[in-house]
């Protein structure tokens, strides 16, 4: 049994100092200068020509720099997304930006899962047993809302879902989808790149709007149904207990085929009898 956590905690050092490794030589060799806007549009010719003579080499390069990219919780993500806009067009840019980030994202996920859940749950597990119940709940609402609202950075999105339970294929799905809008816009952004000179002003303030209320939809429609049934079984269980004069209850609810209930009055008796 030791053996084993011995092992563990050797493969977690080796992933940690791989990844920080990674980090170190990103900003030692100023690799983010290749990921501004004026790189980007001072070699957008160089590139366009090396995607029309090896596309399909061009799209694994690009989707595997934006994996690491987006495993690691670097900047540059979102220069690189209007590089795919650029590069690939509206169609073909949004489908392999789209599965590039979310495999990023399911992998920054899953490297803070594997090296941060079991120490952050055996310390507050008490505390986290509500967020967890949530979570398992409505998680992929929430997480939902979280990708389209644009509150937290996707990076911190991808690191705090890996210190809850949430399952991996789930947290997939639901980034992809919730991601897709904003995917879109930059990818369609990065058609005209010569014309865009901050990222700022790529999501207007009507924009976002725009996706907080579509992200914020679906948790707030689950939740005003479950208001609606707990008020429904309620008022059912109250008129149950009504009477008439005689002592007989004016309704009865039954449960009838499908789980449907059934009303029957004394009105409805009396005529029958």
Not at 70 to 75: D, K
Not at 186 to 203: C, F, H, T
Request: hydrophobic residues 50%; contains cysteine; proline residues 3%.
């Amino acid at each position: 049994m030791k053996e084993g956590k011995n092992k563990g905690w050797i493969v977690k050092s080796l992933l940690a100092g791989l990844m920080g490794l990674g980090v170190f030589a990103f900003l030692y060799f100023d690799l983010g200068q290749y990921f501004s806007l004026d790189y980007l549009k001072s070699s957008q010719e160089r590139f366009q020509a090396l995607y029309q003579s090896h596309p399909l080499a061009v799209i694994a390069v690009y989707m595997g720099i934006y994996i690491v990219v987006t495993a690691l919780s670097l900047p540059g993500a979102a220069v690189l997304t209007l590089a795919g806009g650029g590069l690939f067009g509206l169609v073909v840019g949004t489908v392999v930006v789209s599965f590039a980030s979310t495999i990023g994202a399911t992998l920054a996920c899953m490297v803070a899962r594997f090296l941060l859940r079991d120490w952050v749950q055996g310390k507050f597990g008490p505390k986290l047993a509500a967020i967890n119940a949530g979570i398992e709940k409505d998680g992929a609402f929430y997480l939902f809302s979280l990708r389209l609202v644009p509150v937290f950075p996707f990076f911190i999105i991808n690191l705090a879902m890996g210190l809850t339970r949430m399952r991996l294929f789930t947290f997939f799905w639901v980034s992809q989808l919730g991601m897709l809008a904003g995917t879109m816009v930059y990818v369609n952004a990065g058609k005209e790149l010569a014309g865009i000179d901050s990222l700022a002003g790529i999501l207007s303030p009507r924009v976002l709007i725009s996706f907080a209320a579509l992200g914020l939809f679906p948790i707030t429609a689950k939740k005003l149904l479950e208001i609606y049934q707990r008020r429904f079984r309620k008022s059912g269980r109250d008129m149950s207990g009504l009477q008439d004069k005689a002592g007989k209850p004016i309704i009865n609810y039954r449960k009838g085929p499908g789980r449907r209930l059934r009303r029957q009055t004394n009105d409805r008796d009396g005529k029958r009898q």
